[in-house]
């Protein structure tokens, strides 16, 4: 599972259940205190689920991405 680091605003996904990512691949843009930070994958693997959409408020440890 990769987590929300830190409160914010979904501003761009770019993946979708059954990709294929490497480790480092951007996946979603937050934006936390004005500034977009990208969310990569910690690893490779195919994308089980999205929890969020674009304009989600998330919080801190809010579950973003699953892998399967």
């Not at 259940?17 to 979603?28: I, P």
């Not at 689920?49 to 304009?55: F, I, N, P, R």
């Amino acid at each position: 599972m990769v987590l929300a680091p830190m409160p914010g605003i979904i501003l761009g996904i770019t993946v979708k259940e059954g990709d294929d990512v490497n480790a480092g691949d951007a996946m979603l843009v937050l934006e936390a205190m004005k500034m977009e930070n990208e969310i990569h994958a910690p690893r490779a693997g195919k994308i089980k689920k999205v929890h969020v959409s674009v304009g989600a408020e998330v919080r801190s440890g809010s579950v973003l991405v699953e892998f399967e």
